[in-house]
């Protein structure tokens, strides 16, 4: 399994906590220092669509233009989630293929080791 996101954001450090306290091995990849290629961003919208991927509460999101929010679109939203990595909501997990988004202790209890 890997779980993809920004070592700094609260949300991914409660989700490695709760993965290392409940035995689930995972390697972490961080987007914002280690990079995200569009393939892979591809794969994610593919997986569970860009809408989801789109983190719109966030202070990046909130940062863009008024007529960027409100004009935006599949391609726009890929690359400014390719520019701006913060604005994707954490932490992706991929489990063997199957792509997650957000931290939900109740569905990854049910993954077990």
């Given amino acids: 399994m890997k779980l ?7 949300t991914v450090k409660k ?3 709760w993965l290392d306290e409940n ?3 995972h390697e972490f990849h961080d987007f914002k ?5 569009s393939e892979l961003l591809s794969q994610w919208e593919q997986a ?10 966030g202070t990046t999101w909130r940062k863009l233009p008024d007529e960027v929010r409100d004009t ?3 391609q726009s939203a890929h690359d400014i989630m390719l520019e701006n990595p913060s604005i994707i909501k954490r932490p ?13 202790a ?5 993954w077990g080791n």
């Fill in 106 to 110: 109740d569905e990854w209890a049910s």
């Fill in 23 to 25: 035995g689930i091995g």
């Fill in 72 to 74: 935006i679109s599949a």
């Fill in 92 to 104: 992706v997990v991929d489990r063997d293929g199957e792509i997650s988004v957000g931290f939900n």
């Fill in 48 to 57: 569970v669509g860009w809408e989801t991927l789109l983190n719109r509460r």
């Fill in 33 to 37: 220092k280690d990079g995200l290629d």
């Fill in 15 to 17: 989700a490695r906590k």
């Fill in 4 to 10: 993809y996101g920004i070592k700094n954001c609260d």
